[in-house]
C-alpha cells in the first residue's frame, strides 16, 4: 500500500514515520526545500523523543522517502493522500484554511485514478466539504472525470509522547461517507488494531467536532483546576489534597487537574478559539469555552504576580527562568507561558536568565536577545534574586538545593508547577511559593 503525507511538521512527519514502521510505504512532501534535504540525511526539524531514530531506520528500509514534488508523487501512485499542512489562527481565531485548500487544488488537477483525500489536520466542521469542492472544481477546469473520496481523520498526539500514541492508540477516528473510503482505513488501521483499540467510524462533520471537542475538554479541566488552585490559596486549602479528593472519583479521574501556569502548545489555544468562533459563526456562544480562554490567559501571569508581591518592586532584579518550552519533552514554545512571563519581567525592568533542556534554540528564534541563556538550569542562577521554574522537565525535580542557595542572592523560588515539597523548602530556608497553596501562611 502506497501513502503520501503533505505536510512535514509535527502531524505529518510523526504519522508518515509510524505508517512506514508498520511496513507501508510512505511519501511525505513539503513545499521546504531545506527541510526536505534535511529529512533525506535523517535531520529532524523538530524535537520528539524516538522520533530521530525511526525517521532514519525507515528510510534506509526504503519505506519511507521525501519529496517536493507532489504532482510526481501522486503520478507515480498513492491510494491514500493525507493533508496534514498548518491550519494556522487567524486574527478573529478562527482557522487559515488557505494550505488546506491549496493542497486539494493541486490534488485535483494532477490524480489520474482514484485517491482517498484525507484531513489529518485540525480542522473547522465542513472543512470536508471545501476540500471536495476545490477537487472537484479543479478536475471541471481539466475536464476529467475521475473519482476520489474525502474523509476526516484527526490525529490525538500528545507532544513528547507522540510515537507511542499513534502506534498504541487510545482510538482511531475516522469520518467516512462512502464504503470504499471505509474499506481503505480498515486495511490502512489493520496493524494498529490488532490489540483491540477501536476504529470509530462515523459521519464526516462529526469526526472533524470530535477534535475540537476532545481538546477543548482537556483545555476546560485545567482552567478548571487553576481556577480552583487559586480559590485554595485564598480560603486556605490545599489544592494537591484536593486534586487527590476529586481524582479517586472515577467519573473525573487523575489526568489534566494539576494546577500550574496555563496550557500551551500547538493545539488547546487554538482549538478552543476555533471552536469559539464557529459557535459565533452559527450564533452560538460557547460560554464555558470562553471562561475557559480567559481563565488560561490570566494563570500565565500568575508566577509573575506572586514575584511582583513578594519584591514588591521587579525593577533591577534579575529572574532566573528554569523551562521554556510549553511542556517537558517538546521544544514546542508555540502560546507558551514561558513567553507571557518573559514579557512581564522585562515590562517591569527584569534582567531574565533562562535554560530549558531542548528549546533553547527555539527561544532564541522568538525572544532573541532580549534574555541571556544559560548552558544549563545551574548557571542561570547566579546572582539571581528569584528562581521561576516554568516547564516541569525530571532534571529540575531533584537539583542540588545547597548550591541553588549558594549561587542566588537570597533564594526564593516561584514553582509553577508544584514539583517541590514546602516541607522541605521551609527545612533548607528557602522562600517558596507554589499554585493552590499559601506557603506563606
Given at each position: 500500500m502506497k501513502i503520501t503525507i503533505v505536510g512535514t511538521g509535527y502531524v505529518g512527519l510523526v504519522t508518515g514515520t509510524c505508517f512506514a514502521e508498520v511496513g507501508i510505504d510512505v511519501t511525505c512532501v513539503d513545499i521546504d526545500v531545506k527541510k526536505i534535504e534535511n529529512l533525506k540525511k535523517g535531520i529532524i526539524p523538530i524535537y520528539e523523543p524516538g522520533l530521530e531514530p525511526m525517521v532514519i531506520r525507515n528510510v534506509e528500509k526504503g519505506r519511507l522517502h521525501f519529496s517536493t514534488d507532489l504532482k510526481?508523487?501522486?503520478?507515480?501512485?498513492?491510494?491514500?493522500?493525507?493533508?496534514?499542512?498548518?491550519?494556522p489562527p487567524d486574527e478573529d481565531g478562527s482557522a487559515d484554511l488557505k494550505y488546506v485548500l491549496d493542497v486539494a487544488r493541486t490534488v485535483g488537477s494532477c490524480i489520474n485514478d482514484y485517491v482517498l483525500i484525507v484531513t489529518k489536520s485540525t480542522v473547522p466542521v465542513g472543512t470536508a466539504e471545501k476540500v471536495r469542492?476545490?477537487?472537484?472544481?479543479?478536475?471541471?477546469?481539466?475536464?476529467a472525470k475521475i473519482s476520489f473520496d474525502v474523509a476526516s481523520n484527526p490525529e490525538f498526539l500528545k507532544e513528547g509522547d507522540a510515537l507511542n500514541d499513534f502506534l498504541k492508540p487510545d482510538?482511531?477516528?475516522?469520518?467516512?461517507?462512502?464504503d470504499r473510503a471505509q474499506e481503505l482505513f480498515?486495511?490502512?488501521?489493520?496493524?494498529?488494531?490488532?490489540?483491540?483499540?477501536?476504529?470509530?467510524?462515523?459521519?464526516?462533520?462529526?469526526?472533524?467536532?470530535?477534535?475540537?471537542?476532545?481538546?477543548?475538554?482537556?483545555?476546560?479541566?485545567?482552567?478548571?483546576?487553576?481556577?480552583v488552585a487559586n480559590?485554595?490559596?485564598?480560603?486556605g486549602a490545599d489544592v494537591n489534597k484536593v486534586r487527590r479528593g476529586i481524582g479517586t472519583d472515577s467519573r473525573i479521574g487523575t489526568k489534566f487537574?494539576?494546577?500550574?501556569?496555563?496550557?500551551?502548545g500547538s493545539?488547546?489555544?487554538?482549538?478552543?478559539?476555533?471552536?469559539?468562533?464557529?459557535?459565533?459563526?452559527?450564533?452560538?456562544?460557547?460560554?464555558?469555552?470562553?471562561?475557559?480562554?480567559e481563565v488560561n490567559e490570566d494563570q500565565k501571569s500568575v508566577l509573575f504576580n506572586k514575584a511582583m508581591k513578594h519584591f514588591g518592586d521587579l525593577k533591577g532584579k534579575t529572574i532566573a527562568l528554569w523551562g521554556l518550552s510549553f511542556k517537558p519533552q517538546t521544544d514546542d514554545m508555540r502560546e507558551a507561558p514561558s513567553v507571557v512571563i518573559v514579557k512581564n519581567l522585562l515590562e517591569a525592568g527584569v534582567t531574565v536568565k533562562a535554560y530549558d533542556p531542548v528549546a533553547m534554540h527555539e527561544a532564541q528564534r522568538i525572544l532573541g536577545d532580549s534574555i541571556s541563556y544559560a548552558m544549563d538550569q545551574y548557571e542561570a542562577l547566579i546572582d539571581a534574586d528569584g528562581l521561576m521554574v516554568v516547564t516541569e522537565w525530571s532534571e529540575f525535580k531533584f537539583p542540588n538545593f545547597n548550591v541553588v542557595k549558594k549561587l542566588m542572592h537570597k533564594p526564593v523560588i516561584f514553582d509553577g508547577r508544584n514539583i517541590y515539597d514546602i516541607?522541605?523548602?521551609?527545612?533548607?530556608?528557602?522562600?517558596?511559593?507554589c499554585i493552590g497553596i499559601d506557603t506563606q501562611k
Open positions: 510526481a508523487t501522486i503520478e507515480e501512485g498513492t491510494e491514500v493522500i493525507f493533508s496534514a499542512v498548518g491550519t469542492k476545490a477537487v472537484q472544481e479543479a478536475l471541471d477546469k481539466r475536464g482510538r482511531i477516528v475516522c469520518g467516512v461517507d462512502t480498515s486495511r490502512l488501521y489493520k496493524p494498529f488494531t490488532l490489540n483491540g483499540h477501536p476504529v470509530i467510524f462515523m459521519d464526516i462533520p462529526s469526526a472533524e467536532m470530535t477534535k475540537y471537542a476532545a481538546n477543548s475538554m482537556l483545555a476546560t479541566k485545567i482552567s478548571f483546576m487553576n481556577d480559590l485554595c490559596e485564598r480560603v487537574i494539576y494546577p500550574g501556569i496555563g496550557y500551551g493545539c488547546f489555544p487554538k482549538d478552543v478559539k476555533a471552536l469559539i468562533k464557529t459557535a459565533d459563526e452559527f450564533g452560538y456562544s460557547m460560554r464555558v469555552l470562553k471562561a475557559v480562554e516541607a522541605e523548602m521551609k527545612q533548607l530556608d528557602i522562600n517558596y511559593y
